[in-house]
């Protein structure tokens, strides 16, 4: 293959695993000063992120920039990427994947949290003005690769060219090879809840032994833990991945204790199943347990373009007489739970369930 041929270079969607990570959300102020703002800053992201990470070399610093559905049409125009649209929200009552305010996603990782910081004010100082920050997360790296409620977390990441098969676009959508999508959520945990569980009924919840990180036997494991209802199969029976970057971030002297949720993969449509099952149930009210100790607090779904594409936004901009439909999507509505006369859902395991294709 030719380099002229060679699909475009991806963001720093798979990158090795690091010890920090900023997320930042904001929203781009709608006036044609701060629009023409950001397309610049486009073509600057690349260039800081190489500028601060030269001064720790071995510091693993990336940064991954994604823009949502209505700031697309907004910024850039036609055409847009296939499947960006607004977040789809899901749940009913207490139980709800929530859809939050956010045009704008930089997620900044790297082994050192001032190599972060250093490089999380570079990009916004050159944003000030044209736009406001709606969400800002510094997670850390918590004790052997394991999220706040202390189980491993990511163990099933697709790695190497298996990760590229599942988080970056191919044929499907052409003007945007090498591209992805992203979607995050901030999660709040009811800790002391949580820890006054049994260390087995954790384990039912999650899917895996706690201390071992070994998924249960179908035998064991319930079909609304966690695991059962983020597994999905294609129509031959094999496995569906995203690529996850989850960190832990918190305040423990304000009692917050959080997850931050960030998912990549080459379509929306697999990670928006696993919230469906998540939080509707499969079949619907066979819902995550983990659901009953855990809150999502924000939501937001982002198109990350690829390298080439990243800086070559900075020159394009929508026709003034330009108008572009935002695909409209509706919230998917949880069901009152059936159950059994014990007061138990009367549901079994999953296995050979119908799944994402």
Same mark, same amino acid.
């Given at each position: ?11 720093? $969607? ?11 959300v ?12 950001? *397309?610049a800053?486009?073509?600057d $992201?690349?260039?800081?992120?190489? %500028? ?12 991954? $920039? +994604? ?12 055409? *847009?990427?296939?499947?960006? !649209? ?12 929530? %859809? ?5 996603? =930089? !997620?900044? *990782? ?15 100082? #050159? ?6 920050? /709606?969400?800002e /997360? ?7 690769? #394991? ?11 697709? /790695?190497?060219?298996?990760?590229a098969?599942?988080? $970056? ?11 992805? &999508? =992203? ?15 049994? =260390?087995?009924a ?38 569906? @991945?995203?690529? #996850? ?8 002297? @304000?009692?917050?204790?959080g997850? &931050?949720?960030?998912? &990549?993969?080459r379509?929306?449509?697999p ?23 855990? #809150?999502?607090?924000?939501? +937001? ?9 990243? @800086? ?21 509505? %949880? ?19 119908? *799944?994402?294709?």
């Amino acid at each position: 293959m030719t380099p002229s041929s060679a699909p475009p270079q991806p963001q720093s $969607v798979s990158t090795s695993v690091t010890r920090s990570a900023f997320f930042i959300v904001a929203t781009v102020n709608d006036d044609d000063a701060s629009h023409a703002t950001v *397309r610049a800053w486009c073509a600057d $992201v690349a260039n800081l992120t190489r %500028a601060v990470g030269k001064r720790v070399p071995a510091g693993n610093l990336s940064c991954v $920039v +994604g823009f949502a559905s209505e700031a697309w049409n907004r910024l850039f125009g036609a055409p *847009r990427p296939a499947e960006l !649209h607004p977040f789809r929200e899901f749940g009913s009552g207490e139980r709800v994947a929530v %859809a939050t305010p956010g045009d704008l996603l =930089v !997620h900044i *990782r790297a082994d050192q949290t001032d190599l972060c910081f250093e490089l999380a004010t570079q990009l916004m100082t #050159r944003l000030e003005g044209a736009v406001t920050t /709606v969400d800002e /997360v510094h997670g850390f790296r918590n004790f052997d690769m #394991r999220a706040i409620i202390g189980f491993v977390d990511g163990t099933e990441n697709p /790695v190497g060219d298996e990760a590229a098969h599942f988080t $970056v676009i191919g044929d499907a959508d052409p003007g945007f090879a090498g591209g992805s &999508y =992203v979607l995050v959520q901030k999660y709040l945990h009811d800790m002391k809840s949580w820890n006054a569980l049994p =260390v087995e009924a954790q384990e039912h919840i999650i899917g895996r032994t706690k201390l071992q990180d070994i998924e249960l036997g179908d035998a064991v494991k319930p079909g609304w833990s966690h695991s059962s209802l983020t597994t999905l199969e294609d129509a031959d029976g094999d496995e569906i @991945k995203i690529l #996850r970057d989850n960190m832990p971030f918190g305040q423990p002297g @304000k009692g917050e204790f959080g997850t &931050y949720f960030i998912g &990549y993969a080459r379509s929306p449509q697999p990670i928006e199943q696993m919230l469906e099952n998540m939080f509707v149930g499969l079949p619907p009210g066979n819902y995550d347990r983990l659901l009953d100790f855990s #809150r999502a607090v924000t939501g +937001g779904l982002f198109f990350v373009p690829s390298e080439p594409l990243l @800086k070559a936004l900075a020159g394009r901009e929508p026709p003034a007489a330009q108008s572009i439909a935002t695909p409209a999507v509706a919230p998917t509505v %949880a069901p009152a739970a059936a159950t059994s006369a014990d007061g138990s859902l009367a549901i079994g395991s999953l296995k050979g369930a119908p *799944r994402y294709e």
